[in-house]
């Protein structure tokens, strides 16, 4: 079993910023691709960011400039940092771990989701 417990979500006025963390617990051999995803009202859930264990990282178009993502390896946490947010940014972001346990299983894990709401 893995645990994801995200925190850094809130209430944020257009054009500031936020750090969301996403700290992956439990039963880990390794960690391998860590995303940020998030969901509007009424929207389906839409990829934010991913990098890989390497570092290489993918940004939504609409998000690229604005937001970066990071991780830390030893401590299985990864990190949302946003800029210039705007009322679209609005939405419940969920954290997304693939993790592999010391049988070579893999398996997805999300977390429970932090909301971010920009006021305009």
């Known amino acids: 079993q893995v645990q994801l417990v995200e925190s850094g979500g809130g209430l944020v006025q257009a054009g500031g910023s936020l750090r969301l963390s996403c700290a992956a617990s439990?039963?880990?051999?390794?960690?391998?691709?860590m995303a940020w995803y998030r969901q509007a009202p009424g929207k389906q859930r839409e990829l934010v960011a991913e990098?890989?264990?390497?570092?290489?990282?993918t940004l939504a178009d609409s998000v690229k400039g604005r937001f970066t993502i990071s991780r830390d390896n030893a401590k299985n946490t990864v990190y949302l940092q946003t800029i210039s947010l705007n009322p679209e940014d609005t939405a419940v972001y969920y954290c997304y771990a693939k993790s592999i346990a010391i049988s070579g299983r893999a398996a997805d894990n999300w977390g429970q989701g932090t909301q971010v709401t920009v006021s305009s």
């Open positions: 439990g039963s880990i051999f390794r960690i391998d691709v």
């Open positions: 990098i890989t264990r390497g570092g290489s990282t």
